[in-house]
């Protein structure tokens, strides 16, 4: 598997013409990572990511209690990809 991220055009600041792709996962109870930055990430990358938000989760989603939902979400947005 290859990603091709534009890593240095993402970091400075530049349009960057090479397809790239996030998951932005975002969680109600996270006090580390705040839903209003998830969302602020989101808006910066929408063209080129999608968003999850999870309720009753914190900080570290695929720790806590309801981590299969989680992964199952993932799995299926990599499918979605064409990465399995």
Same mark, same amino acid.
């Given at each position: 598997? /290859? ?6 055009? &993402?970091? $400075?600041?530049?349009? $960057? *013409?090479? #397809? $790239?792709? !996030?998951?932005?996962? =975002? =969680?109600?109870?996270? @006090?580390? /990572? #705040?839903?209003? &930055? =998830?969302?602020? /990430? @989101? ?5 080129? $990511? *999608?968003?999850? +938000?999870? @309720? ?7 720790? +806590?209690?309801? %981590? +299969?939902?989680? =992964?199952?979400?993932?799995?299926? %947005?990599?499918?979605?990809? !064409?990465?399995?």
């Amino acid at each position: 598997m /290859t990603c091709s991220l534009p890593w240095k055009a &993402i970091f $400075s600041g530049q349009k $960057s *013409t090479k #397809p $790239s792709f !996030g998951l932005i996962i =975002a =969680a109600e109870q996270d @006090r580390i /990572t #705040p839903v209003p &930055i =998830a969302m602020k /990430t @989101r808006e910066k990358y929408k063209a080129v $990511s *999608t968003y999850k +938000e999870y @309720r009753d989760h914190g900080h570290y989603v695929l720790g +806590e209690p309801g %981590w +299969e939902n989680i =992964a199952q979400d993932i799995q299926e %947005w990599l499918k979605q990809l !064409g990465i399995q």
